[in-house]
């Protein structure tokens, strides 16, 4: 039996209801599998700015770095949008991954059969699409100095510096290329080179690292028709690779691809302890309502076992357990057609780890 201990920080919104299901989950893949996990909780955004003032406490550092891996739910709400940019929930999370030196954000894209139409793109062009968009985390504009709002009037003016140093390139372009070694063994990586010197140096480097990988097969794109091409022809892609405010946005517009974002996960690694959370956000209009998802954050902790433990075998788990709900026909609002039967935040979580149980 292998023993881990998991930190888990529920947050505000619906992050409590998901993370719930997400640590049932994990208690069931200890039950299938033998291992053992231990759960602390800490406070970070909205809770924690409401009981300590500040949304990243100390304690909750340490004890996330003592720990094995980091689930977590989501943060911020309106209640939070007035206070000094410093304290707003965000800054805590922006923190947060600093402090844990996660520079890699991997944003999975799998598109269920079960769920072709709920989107709202053409069933034919989503069917096998399957994408990971790995974005650099820790640098470029939102990160680059100098920045500021400076002058006065007419004149005054808000500037941000992107800039990528070689060894930050070459450590998330490491990171995709692995991961594509895993998967299709295809890399694109995306930038705006023809403008951008930043990414001319971003491009030059993901060449040179690339002799590595030789069977890893790798292709360049301009941010602007990876946008295009993310929607006219999804599955040509496997993985890609961008920078910090790239891949912010690529990977919401590839999250829709899905029907839901609630039904995407997220992992965010580099350094010794990987953060996992859901993308969907705090939903503040569904709070207490059983409405949300748990599906994302469910995904997530495939995502926790796979990419944080490496404990491959009990992903493939919690993988199928999520196909398993789907085909059931188990469906929470976000993912329903209409006049189709609506279960629970519970109900869905309690399937999933059924499933997971009765799998070994």
């Not at 209801?17 to 406070?43: I, N």
């Not at 912010?248 to 517009?253: R, V």
């Not at 709900?325 to 609002?333: M, W």
Request: net charge neutral; aromatic share 6%; proline share 5%.
């Amino acid at each position: 039996m292998a023993a881990y201990t998991i930190s888990v920080i529920h947050g505000d919104g619906i992050g409590p209801e998901v993370c719930a299901e997400g640590v049932k989950a994990l208690k069931a893949v200890g039950a299938a599998c033998g291992h053992s996990f231990a759960f602390t909780d800490y406070l970070a955004g909205g809770a924690a700015l409401d009981k300590h003032g500040v949304p990243l406490p100390p304690d909750t550092i340490k004890g996330v770095k003592d720990s094995h891996a980091l689930l977590f739910g989501a943060i911020g709400g309106p209640k939070w949008e007035k206070v000094a940019h410093h304290l707003k929930p965000e800054a805590g999370l922006l923190q947060l991954r600093k402090e844990l030196g996660a520079f890699a954000n991997l944003r999975p894209a799998n598109v269920h059969d079960e769920l072709l139409d709920a989107s709202t793109i053409k069933p034919e062009v989503l069917k096998g699409t399957d994408v990971m968009v790995v974005r650099e985390l820790t640098g470029g504009i939102y990160f680059g100095t100098p920045r500021g709002i400076d002058g006065e009037g007419a004149n005054r003016k808000g500037y941000n510096t992107e800039v990528y140093a070689v060894y930050e390139i070459e450590r998330i372009a490491k990171v995709a290329f692995d991961i594509a070694r895993l998967r299709r063994k295809k890399v694109c990586s995306v930038d705006k080179a023809n403008v951008l010197e930043s990414s001319q140096l971003w491009r030059d480097t993901v060449i040179g690292l690339h002799k590595q990988y030789p069977d890893v097969e790798l292709s360049h794109m301009y941010v602007d028709n990876c946008a295009m091409q993310l929607i006219r022809n999804p599955r040509q892609f496997d993985v890609i690779v961008t920078g910090n405010i790239f891949g912010d946005i690529l990977s919401d517009e590839a999250s829709m691809l899905t029907g839901s974002i609630g039904m995407l996960a997220s992992a965010s690694v580099g350094g010794p302890v990987g953060f996992f959370e859901p993308t969907h956000g705090s939903a503040p209009d569904i709070v207490g309502q059983e409405k949300a998802n748990p599906l994302a954050t469910i995904a997530t902790v495939g995502m926790l076992l796979r990419y944080g433990l490496k404990l491959t075998a009990e992903a493939d788990l919690v993988d199928r357990a999520i196909r398993q709900v789907l085909s059931s026909g188990l469906r929470t609002p976000d993912i329903a057609r209409p006049g189709e039967r609506i279960s629970t935040t519970r109900t869905v979580g309690d399937a999933a780890a059924a499933a997971i149980r009765a799998a070994r």
